[in-house]
């Protein structure tokens, strides 16, 4: 979904301000409140003719719409050119005829404030305790609140969100930070949220992942992920078998890639809140994402010695880049600067990164089309231009899913706009290019696709599958959704683009690139955070969209360069035993990843321009799956005590060969398989696996290296570990035994009751002597080293433990120590005794004394610190 535009300026090119309807006070009248916006100027005249000229909902009558001039055609609604001086002449009355009732309740939805939206996170057990408690426990309390004379309104469920997981409330801010029970309510949420327990996104973002219809074998690829909530919903549809306590290892992958670096490392940091084996992470230009390379295998899943084939995707989310006017609610800057050439220009770019979604699906597969706009040009236009370029695609009918979502069906028919005050409409690309009053610099803008198809071909299509969510209707944002499903293998017909589209972003024609170098150097007048996609879609329209056979030639191509011509690749279904062989030409938009030069820089009108977000040449280490027999995997799975069944094949690793080994990671074989088959900077491959080891530094001995280091279980890496820890491993802990560890970062070994006690001296004698770390006597001299803790489901003086928390604990000589960082044990602490017992606690408390009580307890450097801050930690949790 795009980021909407955050320009501002004065009152906008659209006409005469009008301000928002208020209260005497400066409040909103609908809901009283007086918050920032209110105080903006919520009407742009641009943004009401070009959506009234849409008839959004089937108006029908002759409605005027002021100031819209219809190139060479009678279009109900507008004047044809020549006419608006006519009509400037008339009474006041009669030019303001009356308008579509549902669109000024769409407008004046718009001009409300978004609710705050929230869904809860991670595994179903998980899910289910924690949204127990917000309904049992706070909201209960939320119900009869009254503020300052009015009665504020408690948090509701989402209705149509699976199994009434999520939830929205609206109320002002400062009944957040003034009203006891909101306040207590609110910050609850924050350390929720922090721990990755809580997900606050808006409603109608969650709608597209629950559309995909996700299971734990499918190969998923979600096109433009950042900043990472669909993502986040992906992976937990991935991990649907996970119990709270242990995460499955699914046979299936995410790959979520965005082509900004940055966001890419935000998507990174979102997608920790659910840790996955079975997620990667690519940098790369989405509309030109390059084909993936997997050994063949057979019907049992044994591999075909020296056959490739091509990686085709089971669900693919296509959550593309748009101008973002249904974000208007939350982004108020768009009121001012919307004008409809933000969603003309990134039509191209759109049905370009769609396109090729399309074809990297396998056959019976499913993706999901999605936009936070309401303008058909970036979403019925790509729909139907998509459709005529692969007609092994249909729309599927989403009517019997999630029926209590309300939506309106996809239009059959719009009229673009080519101007930037929404003036000028043309009813068809013909009329444009016959046109002598408009210039040619202005004709090279538009390609043939973004006009309405025909009745017949629109009726075929059932283009009214697709579904438009509006403001008004369940008090949400603007958005806009297609589900498509390939049947069967491409046809020859959809490798060349029908002639009903040669002008359209697939097409690549001598008038199209005749056009295209008309284009003027100056910059489009767009949403400062789409600009360098802008500029990439005008630059690349004449690019062809690749056909199912340039894809498997493109692996060929990435063979050859690697020196692997031998094998022969195919565009197969990866699970697919008796693939037909396919000899093509490479298409240049298929192969596999940018070049250096391709990655940092576009060519804009002569000048050289960096990209917005874009790091350039690719400096991401490589990942380096180490053997099951290394001398380091075998010390620390046997420190660790994780069982023989542990699949130690897919550990790696991701340091420069010359530093030693600071962290492990975990993947699964499929993600193995794509890692060792492809290469990793032509994928831009930013992350792969979750971290689940890592070597403790500070200690005396932690400062030792190679298979003498320590290392411990992270906290996000441990509900993937726990089923491989042996059991009679895993201490026994109860609320007791929790409240110490909340009330101090070191507590002594002294400080906690006999049973606890007598269990960590005795792992830790087995410890020692099992790695030799004893005392003349038989005393154990150190066995430190990381390890679990099961805190049991309990009831003990008015305080309730409703299900098993399982957490990563250090063992120093003397002290221990909980390994989650202090957000995550305030958040535990205020869920579980109703106050932050940290709140009073300092980093060098200890034994009282002010000082830390031994050298070797764990000392976090930055970079640990950092990888706590990210780590899971508080949703390990099991239902008894």
């Known amino acids: 979904m795009g980021r909407a535009n955050r320009r501002g300026g004065k009152g906008g090119r659209g006409g005469k301000a009008r301000g928002p309807r208020t209260d005497p006070e400066g409040g909103d009248a609908a809901t009283g409140r007086t918050d920032l916006i209110e105080k903006m100027d919520m009407h742009n005249e641009r943004f009401s003719r070009y959506y009234k000229m849409q008839k959004l909902f089937g108006d029908t009558g002759t409605v005027a719409v002021e100031g819209a001039v219809v190139?060479?055609?009678?279009?109900?609604?507008?004047?044809?050119?020549?006419?608006?001086?006519?009509?400037a002449d008339k009474p006041e009355g009669e030019k303001e005829e009356e308008e579509s009732g549902e669109f000024e309740e769409m407008l004046s939805a718009f001009r409300r404030h978004l609710p705050t939206t929230f869904r809860i996170a991670g595994s179903r057990m998980t899910v289910h305790s924690l949204n127990k408690t917000i309904a049992d426990v706070h909201v209960p309390g939320l119900n009869d609140v009254v503020f300052e004379g009015e009665r504020i309104p408690p948090p509701v469920r989402i209705d149509w969100y699976p199994d009434?997981?999520?939830?929205?409330?609206?109320?002002?801010?400062?009944?957040?930070?003034?009203?006891?029970?909101?306040?207590?309510?609110?910050?609850?949420?924050?350390?929720?949220?922090?721990?990755?327990?809580?997900?606050?996104?808006?409603?109608?973002?969650?709608?597209?992942?629950?559309?995909?219809?996700?299971?734990?074998?499918?190969?998923v690829m979600d096109m433009c992920a950042a900043p990472g909530s669909k993502t986040a919903q992906i992976l937990e549809a991935l991990h649907a078998q996970d119990t709270s306590t242990s995460s499955s290892i699914p046979s299936g992958v995410l790959i979520a890639n965005d082509s900004d670096n940055k966001r890419t490392h935000l998507l990174i940091h979102q997608s920790a809140r659910l840790p996955s084996p079975a997620l990667m992470v690519t940098n790369l230009d989405a509309s030109n994402y390059p084909a993936i390379r997997v050994p063949r295998q057979t019907a049992d899943g044994k591999p075909v010695p020296g056959k490739m084939d091509t990686l085709l995707f089971d669900r693919i989310l296509c959550d593309v880049p748009c101008s973002g006017d249904g974000t208007m609610r939350k982004n108020i800057g768009i009121w001012k600067s919307w004008q409809p050439m933000d969603g003309n220009g990134l039509h191209i770019l759109q049905t370009r990164i769609l396109q090729r979604g399309m074809k990297m699906l396998a056959p019976n597969g499913r993706i999901v089309y999605s936009t936070c706009s309401l303008n058909p040009v970036e979403n019925e236009a790509v729909i139907a231009a998509a459709l005529k370029a692969n007609p092994e695609f249909h729309l599927v009918d989403p009517s019997a899913h999630l029926p209590a979502l309300h939506r309106r069906p996809g239009l059959h028919t719009w009229l673009p706009s080519i101007d930037r005050t929404a003036t000028t409409f043309v009813p068809t690309y013909d009329a444009l290019m016959a046109s002598t009053t408009i210039d040619a610099n202005t004709k090279a803008r538009f390609v043939r696709s973004q006009w309405p198809p025909s009745a017949e071909e629109a009726k075929e299509m059932q283009l009214e599958r697709c579904m438009r969510i509006y403001p008004h209707l369940q008090d949400t944002?603007?958005?806009?959704?297609a589900v498509l499903e390939r049947k069967g293998e491409p046809s020859g017909a959809a490798v060349a683009p029908s002639s009903a589209a040669s002008d359209s972003a697939t097409a690549t024609t001598d008038e199209s690139a005749t056009r295209k170098r008309q284009v003027p150097s100056e910059e489009e007048d767009v949403p400062e955070s789409k600009r360098a996609r802008i500029e990439d879609a005008e630059m690349d329209t004449t690019t062809s969209i690749p056909a199912d056979s340039s894809i498997a030639a493109a692996s060929v191509a990435a063979l050859e360069e690697e020196g692997d011509a031998e094998m022969k690749i195919e565009a197969v279904d990866s699970t697919s035993a008796t693939p037909d062989e396919v000899s093509a030409a490479p298409s240049p938009s298929?192969?596999?990843?940018?070049?250096k030069k391709d990655a940092g820089e576009k060519k804009v009108g002569g000048h050289n321009k960096k990209k917005k977000g874009d790091a350039g040449e690719f400096k991401e280490n490589p990942y380096h799956y180490l053997p099951e027999d290394h001398p380091l995997v075998k010390t620390c799975l046997a420190r660790l005590q994780i069982l023989p069944t542990f699949p130690s094949s897919t550990l790696l690793v991701r340091n420069p060969p010359d530093q030693p080994i600071r962290s492990l990671y975990l993947s699964n074989t499929l993600v193995r398989s794509i890692i060792g088959n492809n290469s990793y900077q032509k994928l831009r491959l930013t992350a792969a696996g979750t971290k689940i080891f890592t070597k403790q530094e500070g200690g005396r001995k932690d400062k030792e290296e190679g298979v003498s280091a320590q290392y411990r279980i992270l906290g996000e890496g441990l509900p993937v570990v726990l089923p491989f820890v042996r059991e009679d491993a895993v201490l026994k802990g109860d609320l007791g035994v929790l409240r110490v560890f909340l009330e101090s970062y070191y507590p002594l070994v002294r400080n906690f009751d006999e049973a606890f006690r007598e269990q960590i001296e005795r792992a830790a004698r087995e410890r020692a002597a099992m790695f030799g770390e004893e005392k003349e006597g038989g005393e154990a001299e150190e066995g430190t080293g990381s390890m679990v803790v099961r805190f049991s489901a309990e009831e003990r003086d008015g305080v309730v433990l409703t299900h098993d928390l399982v957490l990563p604990i250090w063992k120093s000589s003397v002290?221990?120590?909980?390994?989650?960082?202090?957000?995550?044990?305030?958040?535990?602490?205020?869920?579980?005794?109703?106050?932050?017992?940290?709140?009073?606690?300092?980093?060098?408390?200890?034994?009282?004394?002010?000082?830390?009580?031994e050298a070797d307890i764990p000392v976090l450097d930055a970079a640990d610190a950092a990888e706590i801050e990210t780590e899971e930690t508080s949703a390990i949790v099991e239902e008894n």
């Open 590 to 595: 298929d192969e596999a990843g940018p070049s």
């Open 477 to 481: 944002g603007g958005f806009f959704v």
């Open 71 to 87: 190139l060479g055609a009678e279009v109900e609604g507008a004047k044809a050119e020549g006419e608006a001086e006519m009509e």
């Open 164 to 219: 009434g997981c999520a939830w929205q409330f609206n109320v002002p801010k400062k009944v957040l930070r003034k009203q006891p029970q909101f306040k207590k309510f609110h910050s609850f949420l924050v350390f929720e949220t922090e721990v990755g327990n809580i997900s606050r996104q808006e409603a109608v973002s969650m709608i597209p992942p629950l559309f995909l219809d996700v299971e734990p074998h499918h190969k």
């Open 815 to 853: 002290s221990l120590s909980l390994m989650i960082d202090k957000k995550a044990k305030s958040a535990l602490s205020l869920r579980l005794f109703g106050e932050d017992l940290m709140a009073k606690v300092t980093k060098t408390e200890g034994d009282g004394s002010g000082k830390k009580p």
